[in-house]
């Protein structure tokens, strides 16, 4: 999958390193922003710290 996405990533070498930095910058902020969010409500875990005794 990876070799796909550079063999068609368009320009030079440089411009291919810009565009999968970009692409993966973009993909971290969806799922941070996006798809995380919207998942949280539906995981069963509902305390996320660990009570002290």
Do not use: K
């Not at 910058?25 to 996320?48: C, G, K, R, T, Y």
């Amino acid at each position: 999958m990876y070799s796909w996405i550079w063999r068609h990533l368009p320009g030079p070498l440089v411009a291919r390193l810009g565009g999968a930095l970009l692409l993966f910058a973009a993909v971290a902020a969806l799922l941070l922003f996006v798809v995380f969010p919207w998942l949280e409500p539906h995981l069963p875990i509902s305390q996320v710290t660990v009570p002290s005794h």
